[in-house]
């Protein structure tokens, strides 16, 4: 088939079109149902803050928190040419879109992800995805890290509910202090949900204990510290990201420590009272639409996730780097104090 003048201009400004359109839009992922509105909305509304400030174009696909909806907003994506695609609240979400995204050579940065395999098989699996936030292995790092350097002269104490989360945070605690010749004073494993843990304070009074590590929920925790107070027993309490959970029945005290990832909203001024939409995960998805727009920037002949890992990225949240695996580098976790009314970052 022949072409004349005009069908050649064309043709090369339809080819020309496709990679301009792709560098100024980006994807986003969420579950656009009844899953978690709240985060949804947070994610929307940082990827478009971003996205609007540099005059992108989103494109917003619903993975419904299924395989079924990763796939099939994937294959959206690709089929809308966007350059790279941010967001994820569900680990079965994106490892269904994983596959089809990387064959297509479209990059992913996870803002809701905490799984660890998702970064630890990347190397193994050639999955082109980067995590724009903590892994759930960290959360035990720090809190071990914690109790080791700042209880070393203290008498303390391990507990946990029974549960999975509760126990692998306790046991990751009690083999760090073992491996730094430490001993607790007193491990055990309480029953979740009563009304009073009367019977484990006790216990932990008579061990001589001072300070506990609690591997269990917000309520238990409460309670075991209500009832503490109610013995005249000084008993410093500190615990996991659990304690973030929505307020129960019994106030927490003041004094009680948690570990927990860092609310992006701590490090950024004028933020402390924003709209709730603008909490949460505004801030990381925000960072990911930048961190995607300046990479396509930049890019030269290498795939666009090279540019990603190689780069060092000014965004709202500060500089952001990525290590080998595709993890955010740098200390995710923090701890926090509570004041009687929200926890606060401590030095600790």
Known sequence: MRHGPANIVLLAFLVAAVPAAAEGRIGLSAP?????????AQMEAGARAASDLRSAELVIEDDACTA??????????????????????????????LPILTEADIPVIATGIRTDSLTDRR?????????????????????????????????FAIVDDGTIYGRDLAEAVRNAAEQSALA??????????LDNQIGLVARLRRSGATHVFVGGDREDIAIMARDAAGLDYELEIAGGEALRAAPGETPLTEGIRMIAATRWIDDVEGQANAA????????????AVEIALDAIARQADEPLAQTIAAGRFETVIGPVTFDDKGDMQGEPYRVYRYDGTDFVATED
């Open 276 to 287: 709730v939409e603008r909490r949460g995960y505004f801030q990381p998805t925000h960072a």
């Open 184 to 193: 607790p004073v007193f491990v055990d494993t309480f029953r979740p949900q």
């Open 68 to 97: 079924e909806g990763g796939e099939r907003a994937a294959r959206a994506f690709v089929e809308a040419g966007v350059g790279a695609v941010v967001g994820y609240l569900c680990t079965v979400s994106i490892e269904a879109a």
């Open 123 to 155: 190397e193994r699996t050639g999955w082109q995805v980067f995590r724009l936030g903590p892994r759930a292995d960290g959360e035990r790092e720090v809190a071990a890290r914690y109790v080791v350097e700042n209880w070393r002269e203290t008498p």
């Open 32 to 40: 656009l149902g009844d899953t978690a509105p709240l985060l949804t």
